[in-house]
Nanobody, 115 residues
Framework: QVQLIESGGGLVQAGGSLRLSCAAS????????MGWFRQAPGKERESVAY????????QYADSVKGRFTISRDVAKNTVYLQMNGLKPEDTAIYYC????????WGQGTQVTVSS
């Protein structure tokens, strides 16, 4: 059974930074893409960032380009989301996703950015 555990969320002032982590257990993810999504109250879940299994391909939502960076440590089965220059509109629950023949989601971590 695959488990994805996110951590690193919290309350931060606008302009601040947070680093989210997503640790995978139950299987290695060296050959799967990973992504970060977020869902704000009353809104649809949206894709924030994606990283390929090799780490050679990364993609970002326009709203976070230049501020967020996705990375992965295959040896630690962990994917990260470094978030800089946070804005109040970044407030949401952030989820990580493992792609593959089956998809898996973490339970989410709350990020709150105060103005």
């Amino acid at each position: 059974q695959v488990q994805l555990i996110e951590s690193g969320g919290g309350l931060v002032q606008a302009g601040g930074s947070l680093r989210l982590s997503c640790a995978a257990s139950g299987r290695t993810f060296s050959n799967t893409g990973m992504g970060w999504f977020r869902q704000a109250p009353g809104k649809e879940r949206e894709s924030v960032a994606y990283i390929s299994w090799s780490g050679g391909i990364t993609q970002y939502a326009d709203s976070v380009k230049g501020r967020f960076t996705i990375s992965r440590d295959v040896a630690k089965n962990t994917v990260y989301l470094q978030m800089n220059g946070l804005k109040p509109e970044d407030t949401a629950i952030y989820y990580c996703k493992m792609y593959g023949p089956s998809t898996y989601w973490g339970q989410g971590t709350q990020v709150t950015v105060s103005s």
